[in-house]
């Protein structure tokens, strides 16, 4: 609705720039507010008063200017002045009921893309192989997911990119240790933290293993078969424990989304090459590197970007051109979000400024970096085990769905075991990853299994619960969304207020597509269920007064519970007929 109210007003402008009311070179943000009294309205626009100044008028004699001008839609019942120059608008119920039954007989909602679809990388995830995946791959795998999700849902080609750290000098030592104990090294790698630590520990105290690792690294990066077998062993191996635990979190990635840094490694010399051609190249202690204009030290210093060490080797800052150029070239992308810790900002910044003015990003190739902040413990720093170490992935999910088993046991003690089980995974999991995705993907955040398992508040057990009470209410209805009957019809203002956040979902999705935000869609579904649970309350499903009103009532729940699940599967969660 406010994509509509903001073209009537686009077009009310135009009119008034012909008749030289407005001047030709106006620029100017239309703002569209929902109103909180609706005596007054459903939504508001002050733009009479922020033209009123180059309009040469006072607000509310160019808001009647406006309201001449604006042209007339089924969709809105009546435009009123308000206050200084305020234009309220209501809109037209039974449009509005009109649209809700399209929506439910229409299997996506109703929902469209407001701008055209494109081709998008999404770069997320990106665990370095040589450790198991710990809590700190936790946003960017499962916020990239959900905004890969609302991409694709609204009709984008998405491609993601799983950038795995696959390649470099540590991977020399693992695969020397894997050479001196091949008989442990299958049973030891099921556990790769302890596998890495215990190489460490050899490659510290043996000058010779030290030796034979950097011997290693120079083998694999020259192509010696015998490295490369132990290398694609100890990645398939690595890759299996990352799958299990994309798998665990309903993440949609897979062994083929998989293009790690050794992707890129023939093609890095290239790039060297590409940079000097273009006269980007500078060198600094033997070392090759990219100084920007703009970018500079604490010290006031030009900062620069090294792409070659002085002894030849290469760093990720190089992978990472590369990248850019094979997915502008190769993947044809319009667009590539890159889903990394938001204190990575300034080498993302240097990164694309680096890759355009090398010609390896199109102009119109939009590159962003969506950087997200850092979960942190009950201390306020970032989550550890209690003695300090970092907490694996897998453990805090297995805790999670156990934390949920209990509740849900305890809840509801004669629950069979399966169901139990189904419930735990849905509420455990689920209960991980919207305490996540419900905050601003910038925001720091407290992890705590207490306030994230909660059944009240903005929490995934809430909104779960909430989805299935609407499959409860046609249940006992016996009642399938295809046999419902009748037309929607809002009379009382419980069902206008649910009816005008339902019509919400389409403009929801868009925003969380175009800012990468998956918060936004969390709370349009947090509010959804509130508004569900006072229509419910106050609205009268199965008692209704009469056929008609039960019909349009389940009509309308029918709705809300499609729209929840289709948000929470969105979301990446798993939704439940029954809890």
């Known amino acids: 609705m406010k994509e509509l109210i903001t073209k009537l007003i686009e077009q009310a402008l135009a009119a008034l720039i012909n008749e030289n009311i407005l001047p030709a070179d106006l620029a100017v943000t239309i703002q569209i507010d929902n109103t909180k009294d609706k005596t007054h309205g459903d939504f508001a626009s002050n733009i009479a008063m922020m033209l ?73 995830s990106s665990p370095n192989l040589a450790k198991e995946m710990h809590v700190g791959h936790l946003r960017s795998t499962i916020i990239g997911d959900a905004v890969a999700r609302v991409a694709e849902f609204l009709g984008d080609t998405v491609i993601r990119q799983n950038h795995v750290g696959d390649w470099g000098t540590q991977f020399g030592m693992l695969l020397a240790y894997m050479e001196e104990n091949p008989a442990d090294a299958e049973s030891e790698l099921s556990d790769l933290e302890n596998f890495y630590r215990a190489a460490k520990k050899h490659f510290d105290a043996s000058p010779e293993f030290a030796t034979k690792s950097r011997e290693m690294v120079v083998k694999l990066q020259a192509g010696d078969k015998k490295c490369l077998e132990l290398w694609t062993k100890f990645n398939d191996i690595s890759l299996g424990h990352c799958q299990q635990v994309y798998d665990r979190l309903d993440v949609k990635l897979t062994r083929a989304d998989v293009r790690g840094e050794s992707a890129y490694n023939d093609d890095l010399p290239k790039i060297i090459e590409a940079l000097k051609a273009n006269n980007m190249l500078s060198e600094s202690d033997g070392a090759q590197c990219i100084f920007l204009d703009g970018f500079k030290n604490k010290e006031g210093e030009p900062l620069g970007m090294i792409v070659q060490k002085a002894d030849g ?36 910044d240097m990164l694309y400024v680096a890759a355009r003015q090398a010609g390896f990003a199109n102009p119109e190739l939009d590159l962003e970096h969506m950087g997200f902040g850092t979960m942190n413990g009950e201390d306020g720093k970032p989550f550890k085990t209690r003695d300090g170490g970092v907490v694996k992935l897998i453990d805090l999910l297995n805790d999670a769905e156990q934390k949920a088993y209990d509740l849900a046991k305890q809840l509801n003690p004669d629950i069979s075991e399966q169901e139990c089980k189904q419930i735990a995974h849905s509420i455990g999991i689920g209960a991980v990853k919207y305490a996540d995705l419900s905050k601003h993907r910038t925001s720091d955040y407290t992890f705590s299994f207490d306030n994230m398992l909660s059944l009240v508040g903005n929490t995934a057990p809430y909104l779960l619960y909430a989805y299935t009470r609407t499959a409860g209410v046609l249940r006992t209805a016996n009642k399938t969304i295809e046999q419902l009957t009748g037309k929607i019809v809002l009379e009382a203002e419980q069902e206008k207020d649910l009816a005008a956040h339902l019509m919400l979902f389409s403009e929801t999705l868009n925003s969380v597509a175009s800012k990468g935000l998956p ?49 929470l599967e969105l979301l990446g969660l798993v939704p439940l007929e029954r809890m």
Do not use: W
């Open 313 to 348: 080797g290469y760093l990720y800052s190089t992978t990472d051109l590369a990248a850019i150029r094979y997915r502008n070239d190769v993947l044809k992308a319009d667009r590539c979000l890159y889903f990394v810790d938001q204190r990575q900002s300034l080498h993302f």
């Open 52 to 124: 009123a100044k180059p309009a040469k008028m006072k607000p509310r004699d160019l808001a009647e200017k406006i309201l001449v001008a604006l042209p007339t839609n089924e969709q809105i019942s009546k435009v009123e002045i308000a206050g200084p120059g305020f234009l309220n608008f209501f809109q037209n119920t039974q449009a509005l009921a009109n649209r809700l039954d399209e929506a439910l007989n229409d299997s996506k909602l109703m929902v469209s893309k407001t701008t055209k679809n494109q081709r998008v990388v999404i770069d997320l």
């Open 519 to 567: 918060h936004l869609l969390c709370s349009y579904l947090y509010d959804l269920a509130k508004l569900f649970s006072t229509f419910y309350e106050e609205c009268p499903v199965l008692k209704a007064d009469n056929e008609q009103q039960q019909q349009s009532r389940l009509r309308l729940t029918a709705l809300t519970g499609r729209t929840l699940k289709q948000g």
